[in-house]
Structure formats: C-alpha cells, structure tokens
T-cell receptor, first 112, second 113 residues
Framework: DAKTTQPPSMDCAEGRAANLPCNHS???????VYWYRQIHSQGPQYIIH???NNETNEMASLIITEDRKSSTLILPHATLRDTAVYYC?????????????FGTGTRLQVTL | KAGVTQTPRYLIKTRGQQVTLSCSPI?????VSWYQQTPGQGLQFLFE???????NKGNFPGRFSGRQFSNSRSEMNVSTLELGDSALYLC????????????FGPGTRLTVL
C-alpha cells in the first residue's frame, strides 16, 4: 500500500473551513484515497473516499490533484465536534483488500 | 440499524492469561476486521474474516487468532498475554467486503497487568 504524509496537527476556528492536506506521491493507479477520523475514545469513522474525481458528501469534500499525488479533505464549516484525528489512507478497492493501513494522522483542533 | 457492538468494553487481565473478545457486525455485513490501537504503534491491522474464512492477516504473532461464525459474528483470542498487548482492540465490519468503507465499533480496552 502507498504511504501517506500528513501534518501532525492543525487548528481551525469554529465556523471556518478546515482544509486537511495529504501527500501520497507513490499512489498507484488502482488505489483509492480514503479519509477516516477518530474522535477521542471512539472507533474510527468513515468520512469519504475517491479515486481521481473530486467527491462531496454530507460530511466533507475530497479534492484530489490531477496527478493524484496529493489530496485535501475539506470540512466546510468546522464545529467543535469535528475535533479529532484525521487519517488519510490509500488502498486498492478490491475484494481482497479490506485492510486499512493507518498512519499517524492529523490532529485537528477546532477552537471557538 | 444497530451499529457494530463489541464486548466487553473493558477488560483487565494478568500476564500469561488468555482473553477472548467478541464483535457483532452490522446486520448483513459479511466482512469483519480487527485492529489493535496503542499509543506507540497507532492503529494496526490484525486480520479480516469474510464468510467464516480468514482472508487477510497482519503482522502479529500466532498468539493472536480469530474466527467468524455463520452469523458473521467474530471473536478474537489472545493467548499468553504480555504487557505489550495492552491496547484498544477495534472491530470493523463492511457490507460486502469489496470496498474499504468500514464501520467501526467502540472497541474493547484491554489492560494487561
């Protein structure tokens, strides 16, 4: 699986957009970009995933660069409840690839 | 629909003992994965079961084992516990096992004394 690089921590003011970057320069053609987050003392929560097109759901938007070597997760209006560790993961999306390889993630702190 | 449930939520054991943790996936989910989370190593994949068969395995010693039942419920067992096995053990289920949108349970916090 391709490795990812994320900043260890970020701050964001409540109500503002949180833009979390991820570098995955060794990503291969069949690998998807997944984002999960883990709020303290809870299990990780799926946020969004994509292959090469930008994706949006009720939680966030995922912007993937054209060369697919980096991506950005956007939380459009961050709230205090979005304070968590955010993990960017790249992995094939096949029947035998249900394994997620978590890195160290980005600790997002949303403040008043 | 009920989420992934794990029992027990907290467990204290002593070195040398063995422990069994249980996971009930979301109804209809056939893939169940287990992860270990520690402050030093982060979240690490243990193994994945699909239709009662182990399909993927992480880099853990043979003391860590698991199984899945016909109703997709899964158990993991750790024998001859070591202090380093103290961790949060997370179970995740997936609808079809064909994609990586996994639904995680709250975890079992194991403390080995």
């Amino acid at each position: 699986d391709a490795k990812t690089t994320q900043p260890p921590s970020m701050d964001c003011a409540e109500g503002r957009a949180a833009n979390l970057p991820c570098n995955h320069s060794t990503i291969s053609g069949n690998e998807y970009v997944y984002w999960y987050r883990q709020i303290h003392s809870q299990g990780p929560q799926y946020i969004i995933h994509g292959l090469k097109n930008n994706e949006t759901n009720e939680m966030a938007s995922l912007i993937i660069t054209e060369d697919r070597k980096s991506s950005t997760l956007i939380l459009p209006h961050a709230t205090l409840r979005d304070t968590a560790v955010y993990y960017c993961i790249v992995s094939p999306n096949t029947g035998t690839a249900s394994k997620l390889t978590f890195g160290t993630g980005t600790r997002l702190q949303v403040t008043l | 629909k009920a989420g992934v449930t794990q029992t027990p939520r907290y467990l204290i054991k002593t070195r040398g003992q063995q422990v069994t943790l249980s996971c009930s996936p979301i109804s209809g989910h056939r893939s169940v994965s287990w992860y270990q989370q520690t402050p030093g190593q982060g979240l690490q994949f243990l193994f994945e079961y699909f239709s009662e068969t182990q399909r993927n395995k992480g880099n853990f010693p043979g003391r860590f084992s698991g199984r899945q039942f016909s109703n997709s419920r899964s158990e993991m067992n750790v024998s001859t516990l070591e202090l380093g096995d103290s961790a949060l053990y997370l179970c995740a289920s997936s609808p079809r096992g064909l994609d990586n949108e996994q639904f995680f349970g709250p975890g079992t916090r194991l403390t080995v004394l």
